[in-house]
């Protein structure tokens, strides 16, 4: 059986999460502290090859 290892991200602080809008369909750009959060998930796991996203 072949062992698989899961992982769940979720994006970075964006501008509508800030004010406390939650939505999924709309396209809102992260904050300078979401960029932040994107990059040290990104610092930590980019030795994992990701097959699908």
């Known amino acids: ?3 698989h290892e899961f992982y769940f991200m ?3 602080e964006s501008e509508s999460n800030k004010i406390g809008v939650t939505s999924g369909s709309i ?3 992260l904050t300078n502290k979401g960029k932040q959060q994107s990059w040290e998930i990104y610092s ?4 994992c ?3 699908k996203i």
């Open 10 to 12: 979720r994006h970075g």
């Open 49 to 51: 090859m990701f097959m």
């Open 27 to 29: 396209d809102s750009p």
């Open 44 to 47: 930590k796991k980019r030795i």
């Open 1 to 3: 059986m072949t062992e």
